[in-house]
Every structure is written in C-alpha cells, then in structure tokens.
C-alpha cells in the first residue's frame, strides 16, 4: 500500500475539502512532498504563501507520519546497499547524459502491533501541534491504523500478460455482429 494512496484515501474520508491539495502534492515525488510539508528547502516567496501555508490540517500530519512509518520499514543494510547502488548508478547516467528514474513511491509493507500504535501515536501528536481537537485526532489516527492494519485500499496486483481466460461458468458477453 503505497503512503501517497492511504493519504489520498484518508483525506478525503476526514478532510475532503483539502484533496485538490492533496491531488496537488500527489504529482510530485516522495521527497519533494515531505520538503514542501515540512518547508525544508522553501525558498522566498513575494506573497508570503505557498503549499506549507495552504496546507490545511489533516494532510501533512497524515502524509508525514506515514511517510516516516515507512522509511523505518526499510531495513536500513538494504538502504545503504540500494544508496551505493544508486550513486553507481547516478556516475553511470551521467556519462551516458540521461536523467536518472525517479525514486519509487514509498510503500507501507507488514507494521507489526507496536509500529501501529506508533503511528497512532504520532498522528495524536502532529495533530495535536496542528490544533487538531482530541475527538477529531482520534478518528483520524484509528482510520489510518485501521486502513494500514487491514491492508484496505490496496491495489489489486496487475498481471504482466496477457488476461486470464474467463471461468466456464461465467457469463459471456452477447456476440456483436
């Protein structure tokens, strides 16, 4: 289940009015998302508003914890090994004159109980700062672990050839003459 889907799914669940934002952030990566939340890496604006002051309640919260759920997930032998592997890989690219693929969308994979009351924890948290009320806070954080616990909103696996053959039994579609 990937972090950006849950939010998406939560969001509009608890904070409709703030998925055009939510949309919004969706199109970009992972880690131009946690910037942009967290205002790391803002530059000066005239206005003196962007994303990080439209960004209503619920979505960073959900967005930030989540997306720190899932980086602990990720054993971390395996990240310096995919790191190494990456800085290879960028030296390579950059002889060659081609852009490097883009980071994959960070996945929530197997909390155990512990984790998930993390996460709940964390969500009470943030949503406190945010001046999220207790009740709202609540609802909130045990939608996430729920939806996490359950494995709810994820996508079915996509076969990589061609469709299975329909069941005998099923019924078949009129033929078109």
Same mark, same amino acid.
């Given at each position: 289940? $990937?972090?950006?889907?849950?939010?998406?799914?939560?969001?509009?669940?608890?904070?409709?009015?703030?998925?055009?934002?939510?949309?919004?952030?969706?199109?970009?990566?992972?880690?131009?998302?946690?910037?942009?939340?967290?205002?790391?890496?803002?530059?000066?604006?005239?206005?003196?508003?962007? $994303?990080?002051?439209?960004?209503? #309640?619920?979505?960073?919260?959900?967005?930030?914890?989540?997306?720190?759920?899932?980086?602990?997930?990720?054993?971390?032998?395996?990240?310096?090994?995919?790191?190494?592997?990456?800085?290879?890989?960028?030296? #390579?690219?950059?002889?060659?004159?081609?852009?490097?693929?883009?980071?994959?969308?960070?996945?929530?994979?197997?909390?155990?109980?512990?984790?998930?009351?993390?996460?709940?924890?964390?969500? #009470?948290?943030?949503?406190?700062?945010?001046?999220?009320?207790?009740?709202?806070?609540?609802?909130?954080?045990?939608?996430?672990?729920?939806?996490?616990?359950?494995?709810?909103?994820?996508?079915?696996?996509?076969?990589?050839?061609?469709?299975?053959?329909?069941?005998?039994?099923?019924?078949?579609?009129?033929?078109?003459?």
């Amino acid at each position: 289940m $990937y972090v950006r889907d849950l939010v998406r799914e939560v969001v509009a669940e608890h904070a409709a009015h703030e998925l055009p934002l939510v949309d919004s952030l969706r199109k970009l990566d992972d880690d131009r998302v946690i910037r942009t939340l967290t205002g790391r890496g803002r530059k000066r604006e005239p206005l003196g508003f962007g $994303y990080a002051e439209l960004a209503a #309640l619920v979505t960073p919260v959900v967005w930030l914890v989540l997306d720190q759920a899932a980086r602990r997930t990720v054993d971390a032998a395996m990240e310096s090994a995919t790191a190494r592997g990456r800085a290879g890989m960028r030296r #390579l690219l950059r002889r060659t004159g081609t852009r490097a693929p883009a980071a994959p969308d960070r996945e929530l994979a197997g909390l155990e109980p512990a984790e998930l009351a993390l996460v709940r924890r964390h969500i #009470l948290e943030r949503a406190a700062e945010r001046g999220i009320g207790l009740r709202e806070a609540e609802a909130l954080a045990d939608s996430v672990v729920a939806r996490i616990a359950t494995g709810e909103g994820e996508q079915p696996a996509v076969a990589d050839g061609p469709a299975a053959p329909p069941a005998p039994d099923a019924p078949r579609p009129p033929d078109v003459a």
